[in-house]
């Protein structure tokens, strides 16, 4: 129906970059909100990012000034720019879209990636 994939996980040492990449296919009109969340080992899953189909973002504390979520027209395709990267930044990171589907109901249902792990040496 609708699929979302991650990509650009890796390793990276401390202070390093690293950006992901999130593509919404298949059964899209219309995406409304993306955002990235993360889920370290033993650890609830955490809001990082969002950005919705206005252009307007939000971020959570602990990224604030280190990281930077963009996307293309309609974002469809959405980056995840992770600079300064810290051990704490290791973690799944996982995007999750409000999506419109084809056909259906005129009104956005969730749904996530599979993930990508980001893991951060010191």
């Known amino acids: 129906q609708v699929q979302l994939e991650e990509s650009g996980g890796g390793l990276v040492q401390r202070g390093g970059s690293l950006r992901l990449s999130c593509a919404a296919s298949?059964?899209?009109?219309?995406?409304?909100?993306m955002n990235w969340y993360r889920q370290a080992p033993g650890k609830e899953r955490e809001f990082v990012a969002r950005?919705?189909?206005?252009?307007?973002?939000n971020y959570a504390d602990s990224v604030k000034g280190r990281f930077t979520v963009s996307g293309n027209r309609g974002i469809l395709t959405t980056y995840l720019q992770m600079t300064n990267l810290k051990p704490e930044d290791t973690a799944v990171y996982y995007c999750?879209?409000?999506?419109?589907?084809?056909?259906?109901?005129?009104?956005?249902?969730?749904?996530w990636g599979q993930g990508t792990q980001v893991t951060v040496s010191s």
């Open positions: 999750q879209a409000g999506v419109v589907v084809a056909g259906g109901k005129n009104r956005p249902s969730d749904f």
């Open positions: 950005i919705t189909r206005d252009g307007t973002t």
């Open positions: 298949g059964e899209v009109f219309s995406v409304h909100g």
